[in-house]
Structure formats: structure tokens, C-alpha cells
């Protein structure tokens, strides 16, 4: 008896833990399908998220994942899914994690991303970079093989539409919200919203210096006015419009005891050194409070 219920209770558990590795229609862990033909590739909490949408005329990705191998991964996952090529690929921001990969899928794939996106990659591209993912393992070493900057051949400036097969897909500019060139990309049909990284879900990312928190708390406004029924951010599990609603919580309260520090006339290394939100002490990334700290400071002091 005692070693009969062991045994079958790890088959069962086998069984169970096989299932549910298996994801969305067995497209592997971190694959979720978000509606007919919409699926996303979020492995965890905090990594990079990237998607992709079947139309009858081919496929419309949503970033280039945030590793080589993830990028492999996603086109070895959408040839599963159909045979249809690869028609676009938007870009939600200029960095690594989310465009760096572009050259997996670009040629044939066309990249888009607002104005300014390709300046800015190559102004942020890092030559060691294949170098020093090749060196991470073997595996990594063959994903990262071509490994090249590929820019957007697209740039629009401030709204896009993409009709492609049955699906429209709008492109929004969100101006300072994360890196110099953010677009989110609205399927008003599905009422499914990639949004980018102007919020992740539960937590705190790296902040630029050039992020304007009045700006990122209009996009919020923005892309709640839309009525989203999924919402799909940069990192993190697909959601709802919560995320946006957490994030406002988030920045508001951050903007209200920054404002009375600084009325207290404290410095910014004071309140960078005082100043906790255990409101927000189980968010991801707690490290980077200050520069979540100094954009407040910035926007106070304005
Ligand atoms: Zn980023």
C-alpha cells in the first residue's frame, strides 16, 4: 500500500504537470491563445512578451521576443499554427528585448514601428550583443547565428491602420512612455489591445530618463478609452485594462508623496533614500524604485 499510492499519484501528477506544460493547443509553455488566430508567448512574469495574429492572408507579429532562442521558438511555433508567411512584424518599443530579434523574422517579415524607432535602434545597438548571448550556451550560440540590427522599413508617424485579410489593426504612437519610439496596436474587431510597455503587469521596469509620467498616465487614459476587452502589455501574463488601472494607482500615489517631500523641501536624494511604497513592495523589479522616484521628482519640480 505504501508504495502504491506514491506511484499513482506521481503518474497523475506526471499527467497533469505533461497537460498543462502543453499550453494552448500544444503549442508549448508560455503560449497562451488570446482568441481565434491570436496567440501570445508570455514565459513568465517579467519577460518579454511577444505575439502573433493569423489572417487569411498571412501573419502579423507583435515583437521579435526577447531572446534568440524565444524568437526561434515563436517561428518554429507559427509554422505549427499555419503556413502562411510572415506578411509584418510591429515593434512596441526600440530595445533589445522586443526588436532585437528582428532579424529572425526580417526578410521576408516587414518591420514597423513609429518615427524615429530606427534612429533610436541604432543608436541603442550594442555590437558585442551576439557575442555576448553566443557565449550564454551552445544553444543560444546557433539562435543568435545572423544575428544584425534590422530597423523598421516602415516608420508612420502618430496612427497606422494595416488591413490585412480580415483584420485591422491600428497602430498607435504613445509618445514618452518608454523607449523613443512606443506603439501600441489595437484589433478593434477582437477588442484584443498589445500595449506595449507604457505598463507591465506587476512591475517595475527601466525607466529612461526620458519617460514623462503625465505622458504615460494619458496613454493609460487613451488606450482605456478604446474599451479593450484583452489587453497584451510588453511583459507579463495577457490581462485587462487592470494593468493600466494598477499602474495609474501606482503612479499617482508615487506623484503624491514625492510632491510632499519636495514641500517638505527635501532632496532628491533624501526622498530617493527615504522614500518606500510597501503598497507596491510584491511588484517585480523593486530595485529600480528610483528611477521611478526621479521621474516623479522631475515631474513635481516641473
Ligand atoms: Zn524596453
Not at 109 to 126: P, R, S, V
Not at 184 to 191: D, F, G, I, L, T
Given at each position: 500500500m ?16 505533461w ?8 503549442l ?43 524568437s ?7 509554422k ?6 510572415i ?23 516587414i ?9 533610436g ?27 544584425r ?5 516602415i ?30 496596436v ?48 510588453g ?12 499602474y ?26 527615504e ?11 523593486q ?16
Amino acid at each position: 500500500m505504501k508504495l502504491k499510492i506514491p506511484v499513482l499519484g506521481s503518474v497523475a501528477l506526471a499527467a497533469f504537470l505533461w497537460a498543462g506544460a502543453l499550453g494552448a493547443q500544444d503549442l508549448g509553455p508560455g503560449f497562451h491563445k488570446i482568441k481565434d488566430g491570436i496567440y501570445t508567448f508570455a514565459p513568465d512574469q517579467t519577460t518579454t512578451t511577444c505575439s502573433f495574429v493569423v489572417t487569411q492572408d498571412g501573419v502579423v507579429m507583435i515583437d521579435a521576443c526577447n531572446s534568440p532562442l524565444h524568437s526561434r521558438n515563436m517561428l518554429a511555433t507559427i509554422k505549427k499554427v499555419t503556413d502562411k508567411p510572415i506578411l509584418f512584424l510591429v515593434n512596441t518599443e526600440t530595445h533589445g528585448d522586443h526588436a532585437g530579434n528582428n532579424f529572425v523574422f526580417s526578410p521576408p517579415a516587414i518591420i514597423i514601428n513609429a518615427g524615429g524607432a530606427g534612429a533610436g535602434m541604432k543608436k541603442e545597438y550594442n555590437p558585442k550583443r551576439a557575442e555576448t548571448l553566443a557565449a550564454q550556451s551552445a544553444e543560444m550560440r546557433e539562435a543568435v547565428k545572423g544575428e544584425r540590427m534590422v530597423p523598421p522599413q516602415i516608420e508612420y508617424k502618430d496612427r497606422m491602420t494595416l488591413n490585412i485579410g480580415e483584420r485591422t489593426f491600428e497602430l498607435i504612437y504613445l509618445k514618452n512612455v518608454h523607449s523613443v519610439a512606443d506603439t501600441a496596436v489595437w484589433m478593434p474587431k477582437e477588442r484584443v489591445l498589445f500595449a506595449a510597455s507604457a505598463a507591465v503587469v506587476r512591475g517595475l521596469q527601466n525607466l529612461r530618463p526620458a519617460v514623462v509620467i503625465a505622458d504615460v498616465l494619458a496613454s493609460y487614459k487613451l488606450m482605456k478609452s478604446l474599451n479593450p476587452e484583452i489587453v497584451v502589455a510588453g511583459h507579463g501574463q495577457p490581462t485587462t485594462t487592470k494593468v493600466f488601472d494598477e499602474y495609474e494607482g501606482f503612479f499617482n500615489l508615487l506623484l503624491k508623496r514625492v510632491g510632499e517631500m519636495v514641500a517638505n523641501g527635501s532632496s532628491l536624494e533624501q526622498i530617493k533614500k527615504e522614500l518606500k511604497l510597501p503598497e507596491y513592495a510584491d511588484w517585480a523589479g523593486q530595485g529600480r524604485l528610483g528611477l521611478y522616484i526621479e521621474a516623479a521628482y522631475r515631474s513635481v519640480k516641473k
